[in-house]
């Protein structure tokens, strides 16, 4: 009996069946995001990153421009196995001679070389506007800034956008989810928490107001707590945006590294699913103020997972990564991060929950802690190897001789 059948057998015997755990899987796109290639960059030439986050350390290699994006973004498919997407920022748009143009007269032109990519990978894509790291956000006020002409300006932004990923849809076939995030806050206590507030909701109806095909464009608003240097205020608070996304019927984007520490999104899930018909994630890890760690195969990642699997919601939650992290092999940071995404929601799928929601419900909660210890030694890594085998992707560690090999043939030489 080989491995794979021996853990078929296992998980067999609490009523697991582990092909319907690997088909299941293998559906589930994952939006993998391009920003972790070069450190939130972009292609417009920028040398510093704002808009309270951060990338730290300066690791070799690191992309300088469109191809060498492309080129990294291909290793790390590589070495990911099932359905993935790509999450694209609106700073990463090409700039061929004429067409160089500022954000609020991007258009579907400037993304034409990601279509192409992402056709030839039969990828879809999902994509953000950026607010921030540009001189009009500087002042660190973008849609809820008090004067006229720069909130215009990001207003004009969003509506590009808009327009670019309902291009996308149409052309890739699939739906685009356009993820809001921005960075407006203040440092110290501000004077006035409402004007802020009602002015980012207006920004956001003025973007609505254009209209889009619901067909083709999914919209999310993402909240956080604080970012460095608005530590004080945040106007895209996750009350604000869970009340704008509801009353507005866009999607709620939570982030698990935008909460208070003791803060779990794993717990928020089933709340938001109760109410909301589609959520949206970014999946990530949290470290004390920093918000974006390379997500590990954590207790938390993995209740993430287990909450959109027991609740059968893996087709109402758009499962998207967000981190970067310049102190590492950036490609096997993309790799270990979106890895152990996919292992987190295996798992999930090898949980016998019905078991577990009967245990719950019978008051038997000594049985329900002992199974789910249990569960954690059950042979899991088995079903991993064969859901990468099946993939054609190395499911052991030897994945990183390739990123040794990929460093000395093509990082090392960016120099
Ligand atoms: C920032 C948000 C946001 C960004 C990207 C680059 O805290 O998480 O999603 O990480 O837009
Ligand atoms: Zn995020």
């Known amino acids: 009996m080989n491995n794979y059948d021996y853990a078929k057998q296992r998980y067999a015997e609490i009523g697991i069946d582990t092909e319907e755990a690997i088909a299941r899987l ?8 391009c920003w972790q290639g070069d450190d939130v960059r972009g292609f417009e030439g920028a040398t510093s990153l704002d808009g309270g986050i951060q990338t730290t350390g300066n690791y070799p290699g690191v992309a300088r421009n469109a191809e060498e994006l492309m080129e990294d973004f291909d290793k790390m498919l590589s070495l990911v196995p099932g359905k993935k997407r790509i999450n694209l920022h609106a700073n ?10 500022d954000r609020d007269a991007l258009t579907p032109e400037n993304f034409k070389k990601w279509v192409e990519f992402a ?6 894509i999902d994509f953000n506007p950026t607010f921030f790291s540009h001189p009009m956000a500087s ?7 008090p004067n ?4 215009n300006f990001w207003i004009r932004h969003g509506i ?3 327009r670019i990923a309902e291009y996308f849809a149409r052309e890739l076939g699939t739906p685009c989810l356009l993820n809001f995030w921005i960075p407006d806050g203040y440092k110290e206590t501000p004077a006035d928490r409402f004007g ?7 920004s956001l109806d003025k973007i609505l107001a254009t209209g889009y095909d619901k067909s083709l464009v999914y919209i999310s608003l993402e909240s956080k707590v604080f970012g460095i240097g608005v530590e004080s205020y945040t106007v895209g608070s996750s009350e604000f945006c869970v009340n704008y996304a509801a009353s507005r019927g866009i999607i709620s984007l939570m982030d698990n590294g935008h909460y208070h520490p003791t803060e779990v999104v794993s717990d928020k899930i089933s709340s938001m699913l109760l109410f909301n018909e589609k959520i949206a994630l970014h999946i990530t890890r949290g470290v004390r103020w920093d918000s974006d760690h390379v997500v590990l195969f954590d207790d938390e990642t993995k209740e993430i997972a287990r909450e959109i699997v027991r609740n059968d919601a893996l087709d109402r939650v758009f499962i998207a990564t967000d981190y970067f992290d310049a102190s590492i092999n950036r490609i096997a940071a993309w790799v270990i991060g979106a890895r152990n995404v996919q292992k987190a929601l295996l798992c999930a799928l090898l949980a016998p929950d019905k078991k577990l929601k009967e245990l719950q ?7 329900m802690l002992m199974l789910n210890e249990e569960l954690k030694f059950l042979p899991f890594a088995e079903v991993w190897h064969e859901f990468c085998r099946r993939n054609g992707i190395i499911a052991d560690r030897s994945w990183f001789d390739s990123i040794k090999e990929y460093e000395k043939d093509v990082l090392s030489k960016r120099i």
């Open 160 to 162: 590009a956008c808009l």
């Open 119 to 124: 056709k030839e990978r039969n990828l879809g």
């Open 148 to 151: 006229d002409e720069i909130r």
């Open 139 to 145: 002042s660190g006020l973008t849609l809820s800034n």
């Open 361 to 367: 419900d019978s008051g038997s909660f000594t049985e």
């Open 26 to 33: 293998q559906n589930t796109p994952i939006s993998i995001h």
């Open 196 to 202: 802020p507030r009602q002015r980012f909701a207006d």
């Open 92 to 101: 990463y748009a090409f700039f061929e001679g004429k067409n160089k143009v």
